[in-house]
C-alpha cells in the first residue's frame, strides 16, 4: 500500500517523516558537536579578556563555529583558521586550544597575551602558521611544536 500525504500532493515534497528529521538534524548538527570545537572556542573567549569585543559572535546558543567572526572552517565544518592579530587581547591562552587538531593557520599576533607557550600546541598536526610574536609571553619554544612537520611559519 502507498499512502500519499497532503503535503505531497499540494506541493510535490514528500511530508518528512520523524526518521528523516532525526538523520536531518544529525547531519546539521553532528559536524560541530563531534570535535567539541564549538566548547573548546568558547573557553578560549572565557580565558581572555576582549576590550574590541571581537568575540561577540562566539556565543553557546550558536554551536556552529564556522559562522563566527575570526574563524574560517573547511567543507568539513572543522576549523582551520583563527584570525586574532591586533586586537588587544589580554589574559593566558587555554590548553583547549591543542583540541582544533583540524587547525592550519593561527594567528595571535600583536595583542597582550601572558603566560607560557602551551605545550598542547603541539597536538595540531595540521599546523601551518602560528604567529604569537609581539604579545607578553614568556618561557621557550615547547619541544612539542617539533613534531609538527607542517609547520612552516613560527
Known amino acids: 500500500m502507498i499512502t500519499v500525504s497532503y503535503d505531497e500532493v499540494v506541493t510535490g515534497e514528500p511530508e518528512p517523516t520523524l526518521a528523516s528529521l532525526v538523520i536531518y538534524h544529525d547531519i546539521v548538527n553532528v559536524d560541530y558537536i563531534k570535535h567539541g570545537e564549538s566548547d573548546t572556542l568558547i573557553a578560549l573567549k572565557s580565558n581572555l579578556n576582549d576590550p574590541n569585543s571581537v568575540f561577540q559572535s562566539w556565543n553557546a546558543t550558536n554551536v556552529n563555529p564556522c559562522e563566527w567572526f575570526h574563524v574560517t572552517c573547511n ?80
Open 75 to 154: 567543507d568539513d565544518k572543522s576549523v582551520i583558521l583563527m584570525e586574532l592579530s591586533s586586537n588587544n587581547i589580554t589574559g593566558k591562552i587555554p590548553e583547549e586550544l591543542g583540541n582544533l587538531t583540524n587547525l592550519v593557520s593561527l594567528d595571535l599576533y600583536l595583542n597582550h597575551l601572558s603566560g607560557t607557550i602551551l605545550n598542547t600546541l603541539g597536538n595540531l598536526h595540521k599546523l601551518c602558521f602560528l604567529r604569537l610574536n609581539n604579545n607578553s609571553l614568556t618561557g621557550v619554544i615547547p619541544i612539542s611544536l617539533s613534531n609538527v612537520a607542517t609547520l612552516q611559519v613560527l
